[in-house]
């Protein structure tokens, strides 16, 4: 790729920010729906989940899959691809007639979604190769899934208020369309010198031990935990990611540091805490406490505003500290905020409590995830960018699905023996809390301390397999960074996301 204008740098940002932005319009949105199509199309609560888990899954089993593609046949190609995809099956969404089929609509969603941010965060990182001004760039990169977050429950509120919630699904399909034209436009094709061979085996792994595990966490609640079916289940997503872990070891050689076994394990636990939240709140919102959908979706926009302005300061945080102190004040901030829901939350809990909590919980979250998208960008010292970036974009949706799964199973099978789902959601808003400790004690323990610099940009562009990298890292000019990187495959930030969140 030929020397890019700082102007055409901004530009392919913006891009890359609008398919964030439509991800995390449709998770918000979807979110403030839930009731509405609960009512509509008779729905129970494992009903609901699946049509957020549905879309996770797809998204999360094909992640590794797009982004290597991505490298081999051109990321814009692929980025156009799921962008079309993504908006036509948000249509189909509107004029599903069934459960059933809003659910398979969902998955194509995801399928689509699994092709936009693996691939938008390998066009940012060959679009902008300095350190420092990359991590800025994620920071806003991410910063616009806080913007999402604002957008989507007000907006998604207002539709269903006035439309239906079928109307929620519309407003992917202008800003898609509007995305495939820029994308087409401004962004120049790109590969990877160095892209990474299929893992179709991979990619059955993932799948099968995400859908078992999934499966038996929401239909757990009510087939019963103790049912052959559901112990099953757990046994082969056991034996899946048992299998998994040795068959990447052998295939990537390698072993993982613990920097970045830390940032996966907090993105698990960041998503977790995402998407739990909004399943929760939404729930506590227009069931326990009888506010119509466009005031539920109002009352969510301090979490909303709060992460858009904190994950630019992230950003800049990171680039000029390291990971360690956004994690560390992050986490403390989710665990404060969710303990603030946990032991307060009540039918009549005051507005200005809510309120506080869901300014503090945003803004938590939005300072976590430019050092865990960070991790991924920069790569590790021994695996390569593309791989360290699936592996930890897969561990946040990951941590999407099981957020979604354990939340509404703990309120279904508590809610008749706990006071109703008030009382029930008490047990969740803790499990939340403990993600915040989480984070915090993780940003202490394994977060690297390092400061994105021109030296460090040299590891992000080793191959896998390279027998002398410190020799060549030697060698290689600090002037001249290479303008065909070997990517990450994907990290997320939102998705929501939220899933977001996507």
Known sequence: MSELTHRSRLLILAVCCTSLLIAGLDVTAINIALPAIGRDLNASVSGLQWTIDGYTLAAAGLLMLAGSSADRIGRRRVFQAGLTLFTASSFACSLATGLDWLVAFRIAQGFGASMLT??????????????????????????????????????????????????????????????????????????????????????????????????????????????????????????????LAGYEHRRHRPPIDLAFAGAALAGVASFVALSGFLFLNTLYLQDARGYSVLHAGLLTAPMAAAAAIASPISGRLTAAHGRRLPLIV?????????????????????????????????????????????????????????????????????????????????????????????????????????????????????????????????????????????????????????????????????????????
């Open 118 to 243: 693996p691939v938008a965060i390998s066009i940012l990182t060959d679009t902008f190769t300095d350190p420092r001004e990359r991590t800025r760039a994620i920071g806003l990169w991410g910063g616009t899934f806080g913007v999402s977050l604002a957008l989507g429950p007000v907006l998604g509120g207002l539709l269903v208020a006035c439309a239906g919630w079928r109307s929620v699904f519309w407003i992917n399909v202008p800003v898609g369309i509007v995305a495939i034209v820029l994308v087409a436009v401004l962004v120049p094709e790109s590969r990877s010198a160095d892209a990474p061979r299929p893992d179709p085996a991979g990619q059955a792994l993932i799948l099968a031990a995400l859908a078992a595990v999934t499966y038996a966490i929401i239909e757990g609640s009510h087939r019963g935990y103790g049912s052959i079916l559901i112990i099953s289940l757990l046994i082969l997503a056991a034996a899946a990611t048992t299998v």
């Open 330 to 502: 992050g986490g403390a901030v989710l665990l404060t905020a969710a303990m603030l829901l946990a032991t307060s939350v009540v039918p009549t809990t005051g507005l200005p409590t809510l309120l506080a909590a869901y300014a503090l919980f945003g803004a938590g979250f939005g300072l976590v995830n430019a050092p865990i998208t960070d991790t991924a960008v920069s790569g590790t010292p021994h695996v390569k960018a593309d791989v360290s970036g699936a592996i930890l974009s897969t561990a946040r949706q990951i941590g999407s699905c099981l957020g979604v799964a354990l939340l509404g199973s703990i309120v279904t099978t508590h809610a008749s023996t706990h006071g109703g789902y008030t009382a029930a959601s008490h047990v969740g808003w803790w499990l939340l809390a403990g993600c915040g400790a989480l984070i915090a004690v993780l940003g202490i323990t394994t977060a690297a301390g390092h400061v994105a610099s021109a030296d460090a940009e040299v590891d992000t562009r080793l191959p896998a397999m390279d027998p002398e990298p410190e020799a060549e890292s030697a060698a290689e000019p600090a002037s001249e960074p290479a303008m065909e990187p070997a990517s990450p495959a994907e990290a997320f930030v939102g998705k929501p996301l939220c899933s977001g969140c996507v």
